[in-house]
């Protein structure tokens, strides 16, 4: 599965995408987590099982879906971006990809 975060410049999710990979190792979980700049998102998500967009570009949301109709695209709770939960975050994207 793969999980495609987004934000402005791709950098401010790092931070997350490793955390969630370690809770992915940790859980057993086979999965690709990679993080781009929004301006990228047509060209790096078509494969993605679910995109998650960090709060500073939620407002992308809509433009994000019309996009990828067939993918769940949604935004990430601030919360868990914020204080960097990658095991919530991981675990949301997995429930979404098995909508």
């Known amino acids: 599965m793969h999980i495609v975060l987004c934000c402005n410049q791709g950098m401010s ?5 490793k955390k969630m990979r ?3 190792a940790k859980n057993g979980v086979d999965v690709q ?8 998102i047509e060209e790096k ?3 993605a ?5 960090g709060p500073q570009v939620r407002f992308e949301l809509n433009r ?3 996009l990828f109709p067939n993918i769940p695209v949604e935004s990430i709770n601030p919360q868990d971006y914020g204080l960097v939960r990658g095991e919530n975050v991981l675990n949301h994207a997995i429930e979404l990809a098995g909508k």
């Open 64 to 66: 994000v879906k019309g």
């Open 33 to 40: 987590i990679d993080a781009y700049p929004i301006s990228e």
């Open 13 to 17: 999710t790092s931070m997350l995408v």
């Open 22 to 24: 370690e809770a992915a």
């Open 49 to 53: 099982a679910v995109i998650l967009l």
């Open 45 to 47: 998500a078509p494969d």
